[in-house]
């Protein structure tokens, strides 16, 4: 075969190879609050529990002021949290626990990818445990099953969303990210909350009180308060979605 046709096809079958890939590389879905005739100056307000311990502060602070939170909890902060489970139990008609997976692990296919360090699951098989053994673990905690699922990061390839959607389960994006995964300073985090608007769908993290996250959410959603916002769940919402790219190494 002539060397430049071999050259040609060789160029063919890698823009298809790159462009299927493409197609699916991770997303960030986001996600904002429908306005369907109610309240129009709603948000909710969403704490991540990864791993790690429990923001006993942050919890106090909502209890007292009585803003109800979505809480999106792994098996294995569950399992590592049990006092934490007793307050957020005994406070049911504030908090929502949902579906973080098992392991935390991004709904991502191929142990080869990554999200922010974190390699994905190996296959549909593995990503079907980590959603199923969450679901285990919710229901155990709390005697309720668990509707929304939130993946480890945020991020999720085609393939993995089409299948958390099959096995039942809402994606839960958000709209405003309040604190990087507990990583901000408290003035980065008010500052991030007064972008705030009506629908929009707070992240934060409620697993690292060592962290600025619960002096930060402190100030910023007293302010939201003042100012006339009504905080609910996502089980008494639902979302428009939208997926945004994120920066997800293949």
């Not at 049911?92 to 626990?97: A, G, N, R, T, V």
Request: net charge neutral; charged share 25%; hydrophobic share 40%.
């Amino acid at each position: 075969m002539d060397i430049t046709l071999i050259r040609i096809l060789c160029l063919a079958l890698a823009l298809v190879s790159s462009a299927g890939r493409a197609d699916e590389q991770p997303v960030e879905i986001h996600g904002r609050i429908k306005q369907d005739g109610g309240a129009g100056n709603r948000v909710a307000l969403t704490l991540d529990a990864c791993s790690g311990r429990y923001d006993e502060g942050l919890i106090d602070f909502l209890v007292k002021k009585r803003i109800p939170a979505t809480i999106f909890a792994t098996k294995r902060w569950l399992d590592r949290n049990a006092a934490a489970l007793v307050t957020l139990n005994a406070n049911h008609d504030l908090f929502d626990i949902e579906n973080h997976g098992e392991r935390h692990i991004p709904a991502v296919i191929g142990k080869e990818r990554e999200v922010y360090g974190i390699a994905g699951v190996a296959d549909l098989p593995h990503l079907r445990r980590e959603v199923q053994e969450g679901e285990r673990a919710v229901e155990k905690a709390t005697g309720v099953a668990p509707h929304w699922y939130r993946g480890a990061t945020g991020m999720y390839d085609p393939q993995a969303a089409d299948e958390i959607r099959r096995l039942g389960f809402k994606i839960a994006g958000f709209s405003i990210n309040a604190d990087d995964g507990a990583s901000l300073s408290k003035a980065s985090v008010v500052k991030r909350l007064r972008r705030v608007k009506a629908g929009d769908v707070i992240i934060a993290h409620m697993n690292k009180p060592d962290s600025d996250t619960a002096e930060g959410l402190s100030v910023g959603l007293l302010e939201l308060l003042d100012q006339g916002y009504v905080f609910v769940r996502l089980d008494q919402v639902e979302l428009t979605e939208f997926p945004r790219a994120g920066a997800a190494k293949p």
